[in-house]
Each structure stands twice: as structure tokens, then as C-alpha cells.
């Protein structure tokens, strides 16, 4: 199982970006697909996540900012992050598991996104 | 400040036993058996070592042990190894719109 994230980088406060985290060995589409971020001051903060079926959850700290997605054909999960602040900094992990919403079994390496003027 | 409560650090002697402890509410840890626990050496990802209070994942040292009490989750861990030594991230299931929550986390470091 292997899974890659990439899409990080430097962006203004108010700016978009979105990251994108390839499967392999790990079927995206039928699996419970997590975004996880850590900062140094806050430890690890869950972000959101997309199950199986299709329905998203997100944490009340980007809700209605950030939307998961994912494209079934490339196996591909994203998260599209607008109105970016300062405070969403941080290392983001794409993170999986086969057969739980509430835990994690399988994790990125992470992409550092950097909020910033 | 994080959901659930953990000791910033702990630390033991090689072949000694250690619990770390994560401390949260009956809306978390006290109403589900949804507990996990992650293991994080500096620059890398975490690394799942129990999930749902006391399973470990194929592959993990029967060396790692969780349990519960109330609202209060403990993994121990025996027979300290310097590889042990990382940081350790407790995590449970939150009737709150979060749905996952973490602890802070605990340095561990093996003397």
C-alpha cells in the first residue's frame, strides 16, 4: 500500500489550493480516505473524510473552506482547500483504511502547506 | 488546545514498562470503544498500533497494549527497546461534528 501526496507549497492568506493523494495498492473508492494535518503547536487534527458511498464529513475548523473528493478512474483523492488562513499551516496527510471511519491504517508522507503574506 | 488530555513525556529504561495515559469525556473515549493509538518517529508518519482500545494491527509487537477505563484510555508498553522511543498519539471517536479527535501526544524516550 502505498500512498503519495502531492500539491503542498506556499499560498497567500485568501488563496486556494488543492492536494491530491494517489493510491496504490489501495483502492481510494472503496476504502474510508482521511485527510489529517499536524502542526507543531497542535498536534494531529483530523480534517476530513470521504467514505465509501461518497458522503463527506469535515471538521467544524474548515467546513464550508475545504471539500474532499475523489476521482474513482485515477484513484485519486483530493482535498480543494480555499480562503486559506494562516492557522491551517501544517503538514497534510492523506491517510486510509479498509474497514473504519475511526481509525487510520495507512498514511501519506505528508505535503507541507505554508499560509503566509 | 487538543479534544484528549496525554503527558507531554514519559520515559523508561530499556526492558522497563511504561503507560501512557489520554484522558477525555463521555462524549469520546468514555462512550465507545473507538480508541487508537499511533506511534510517530520525528519526519515520518504516524503508524496505527491499536485501534479500537486494545487490537493491534498484523505486524505490531504484542510488546504495545491498550486498555480503558472510564474516560480514560492507557497504552503500555513492556519491555522497552530504543526503537520505541517517538511520539505517541492517542485518537477517539467524538459524538461532536469532529468525529475523530486526538490527543496531543506524549514523547516518549527510552534512557
Known amino acids: 500500500v502505498l500512498l503519495v501526496e502531492s500539491g503542498g507549497g506556499l499560498v497567500q492568506p485568501g488563496e486556494s489550493l488543492r492536494l491530491s493523494c494517489v493510491g496504490s495498492?489501495?483502492?481510494?473508492?472503496?476504502?474510508?480516505m482521511s485527510w489529517v494535518r499536524q502542526t507543531p503547536g497542535k498536534g494531529l487534527e483530523w480534517v476530513s473524510i470521504?467514505?465509501?458511498?461518497?458522503?463527506?464529513f469535515y471538521a467544524d475548523s474548515v467546513k464550508g473552506r475545504f471539500t474532499i473528493s475523489r476521482d474513482n478512474s485515477k484513484n485519486i483523492l483530493y482535498l480543494q482547500m480555499n480562503s486559506l488562513r494562516s492557522e491551517d499551516t501544517a503538514i497534510y496527510y492523506c491517510?486510509?483504511?479498509?474497514?473504519?471511519?475511526?481509525?487510520?491504517?495507512?498514511w501519506g508522507q505528508g505535503t507541507l502547506v505554508t499560509v503566509s503574506s | 488546545q487538543s479534544a484528549l488530555t496525554q503527558p507531554a513525556s514519559v520515559s523508561g529504561s530499556p526492558g522497563q514498562s511504561i503507560t501512557i495515559s489520554c484522558t477525555g469525556t463521555?462524549?469520546?473515549?468514555?462512550?465507545?470503544?473507538?480508541v487508537s493509538w499511533y506511534q510517530q518517529h520525528p519526519g515520518k508518519a504516524p503508524k496505527l498500533i491499536i485501534y479500537?482500545?486494545?487490537n493491534r494491527p498484523s505486524g505490531v509487537s504484542n510488546r504495545f497494549s491498550g486498555s480503558k477505563s472510564g474516560n480514560t484510555a492507557s497504552l503500555t508498553i513492556s519491555g522497552l527497546q530504543a526503537e520505541d522511543e517517538a511520539y505517541y498519539y492517542c485518537?477517539?471517536?467524538?459524538?461532536?461534528?469532529?468525529?475523530?479527535?486526538f490527543g496531543g501526544g506524549t514523547k516518549l524516550t527510552v534512557l
Open positions: 491517510a486510509g483504511d479498509c474497514c473504519s471511519s475511526r481509525r487510520v491504517d495507512h
Open positions: 495498492g489501495f483502492t481510494v473508492s472503496s476504502n474510508y
Open positions: 470521504i467514505y465509501s458511498d461518497g458522503s463527506a
Open positions: 463521555s462524549s469520546d473515549i468514555g462512550g465507545y470503544n473507538s
Open positions: 479500537d482500545v486494545s
Open positions: 485518537s477517539s471517536y467524538t459524538t461532536s461534528s469532529t468525529l475523530v479527535v
